[in-house]
């Protein structure tokens, strides 16, 4: 069964630094994800996109946080500078193009741990 | 916006038990409800999904859930829990109205012990 794939699987960085989470998609999905869990909390939704823009963000995706589709695989968000809040597990996801008030669910890849010193 | 509920942060259970776990949204609206497991080290995967229909429903590993829609809850279940199935247990929920975005429940975590 084809996967969500993520690296690296832990990601530890120093305060004030860049970051870059890679994500590779399901082939055929067109809709894609990022959520980030921190320990012990629900998990929460940063950002969906599709069709090379941003469809969705919530609250905490703020101007430190981008995301990119640089060629037609990856799937990347970018912390621009890091604080020790940003420090948890994130998630992407993907699911194939929505249709309507027919929702396909969403797979989920292994997580990126990121830890901010 | 949405909010989902699950009342059980921790349940403990000794092989053999029955599992109920609740999950409870906040909209009455058009939904879509999701419940995922994550076992220690591992990513989300989907155990089952309603979209519409049969409101019992059967997933994978001998779990079922139940949308009442007039108590806005999926509860998940499982007649007979086994060591294995100790992990997190996410809610989640899709409100079809504002969009593609989950909201996930704070999640339950089972242990159930041999």
């Known amino acids: 069964e084809p996967e969500v794939t993520q690296t690296p699987s832990h990601q530890v960085t120093q305060m004030g630094q860049e970051v870059i989470l890679r994500c590779v998609p399901i082939?055929?999905?067109?809709?894609f994800y990022w959520y980030r869990q921190i320990l012990g909390q629900k998990v929460e939704f940063l950002v969906s996109?599709?069709?090379?823009?941003?469809?969705?963000k919530s609250e905490i995706f703020d101007d430190q946080f981008s995301v990119e589709r640089p060629d037609g695989s990856n799937f990347t968000l970018k912390i621009r500078s890091t604080k020790l809040e940003d420090s948890a597990m994130y998630f992407c996801?993907?699911?194939?193009?929505?249709?309507?008030?027919?929702?396909?669910?969403?797979?989920f890849g292994d997580g990126t741990r990121l830890s901010i010193l | 916006a949405q909010s989902v509920s699950q009342h059980n942060h921790h349940v403990i259970l000794s092989e053999a038990a029955s599992l109920e776990l609740g999950c409870n949204y906040s909209?009455?609206?058009?939904?879509?409800l999701f419940w995922y497991v994550q076992y220690p080290g591992q990513h989300l995967q989907l155990l089952l999904k309603?979209?519409?229909?049969?409101?019992l429903v059967k997933g994978i590993k001998g779990f079922e859930a139940e949308f009442i829609k007039s108590k806005f809850s999926f509860n998940l279940r499982k007649p007979s829990v086994q060591w294995s199935d100790t992990a997190e247990y996410f809610c989640?929920?899709?409100?079809?109205?504002?969009?593609?975005?989950?909201?996930f429940g704070t999640g339950t975590s089972l242990t159930v012990i041999p």
């Open positions: 909209y009455g609206g058009t939904v879509n």
């Open positions: 309603y979209f519409s229909g049969d409101p």
């Open positions: 082939s055929n999905h067109l809709y």
């Open positions: 996801a993907s699911s194939e193009r929505m249709r309507h008030r027919s929702n396909q669910p969403q797979h």
């Open positions: 989640a929920v899709i409100d079809t109205n504002t969009g593609n975005q989950f909201y």
């Open positions: 996109f599709y069709n090379n823009e941003i469809s969705e």
